[in-house]
């Protein structure tokens, strides 16, 4: 079945970087679009970046842009965040999900498969 694991979250400075990744099972990577999304406490699910399934179209929320960069390794059923200059308004709980069209990007309920997300905290 399709299991998405997310990974590398954790604790940053202001300013600092990480990069999350996304280990996909049960499918093949190469013939989806992915996605990135976050969630704040109190706070909706909002979209981050997504990734079309041959990575030449892509979405970027504006709060991201030239900031973060979402990448993928088909060989490896990889996808990838990285985020730099990171912001204390970045903070939340970041999930990768299938099915996420870049120009559908921000259409939550069209996502077919959610992982469980990993933690990201920006604090001094």
């Known amino acids: 079945q399709v299991q998405l694991v997310e990974s590398g979250g954790g604790l940053v400075q202001p300013g600092g970087s990480l990069r999350l990744s996304c280990a996909a099972s049960g499918f093949t990577l190469a013939w989806h679009a992915m996605g990135w999304y976050r969630q704040a406490p109190g706070k909706e699910r909002e979209a981050v970046a997504c990734?079309?399934?041959?990575?030449?179209?892509?979405y970027y929320a504006d709060t991201v842009k030239d900031r973060f960069t979402i990448s993928r390794d088909n060989a490896k059923n990889m996808l990838y965040l990285q985020m730099n200059a990171l912001k204390p308004e970045d903070s939340g709980v970041y999930y990768c999900?299938?099915?996420?069209?870049?120009?559908?990007?921000?259409?939550?309920?069209?996502?077919?498969?959610w992982g469980q997300g990993t933690q990201v905290t920006v604090s001094k």
């Open positions: 999900a299938t099915d996420a069209e870049p120009d559908f990007c921000t259409v939550l309920s069209l996502r077919g498969h």
């Open positions: 990734s079309s399934s041959s990575d030449n179209n892509t």
